[in-house]
C-alpha cells in the first residue's frame, strides 16, 4: 500500500503585475523572505528562475537564504528542484533573465521616445 504524503499547501504568494527586477515594491516577494527566515516554507514552487528575481546578485542572495534555511525551490516549467550541485547552470539562467529583462526595458524605452517624436 502507497504511503500518503501529509504535506499541506499553507500559502500561495502571488506578485501579479509586479516587476522582477527589484524587491523593493515586491510586498508578497518580502512577505516569503520573511517566511524563509522565520522556518514558516520549506518548499517554494514558482514557474521558472526569472519569475522569483531578475537581479543577480538578489537571486544569489535568495538561493544563499533557502539554503541555509533548507528550503527547496521547484521549477515547474522544467520539472526540476534547485540543487546545489549545478549551481552555475541556474546561476547562468538568472544573468539570461535579468539581460533580457534590461533588453525589454531598453525596447520599450525607445519605443516610447519614438511614439512621442512622431507626435510632434
Do not use: P, W
Amino acid at each position: 500500500m502507497k504511503k500518503q504524503s501529509k504535506k499541506k499547501l499553507k500559502k500561495i504568494i502571488n506578485n501579479a503585475g509586479k516587476s522582477g527586477t527589484t524587491t523593493k515594491k515586491r510586498t508578497a516577494y518580502q512577505q516569503m523572505v520573511d517566511d524563509i527566515k522565520g522556518k514558516k516554507v520549506n518548499l517554494i514552487i514558482t514557474k521558472d528562475v526569472e519569475r522569483l528575481n531578475r537581479d543577480l546578485l538578489e537571486f544569489c542572495k535568495f538561493l544563499n537564504l533557502t539554503v541555509q534555511n533548507n528550503v527547496k525551490i521547484y521549477f515547474y516549467l522544467t520539472n526540476e528542484y534547485y540543487d546545489i550541485n549545478q549551481d552555475t547552470l541556474i546561476k547562468i539562467r538568472a544573468v539570461l533573465a535579468e539581460d533580457y529583462s534590461k533588453s525589454l526595458s531598453v525596447k520599450a524605452r525607445e519605443a516610447h521616445i519614438s511614439r512621442q517624436e512622431k507626435r510632434n
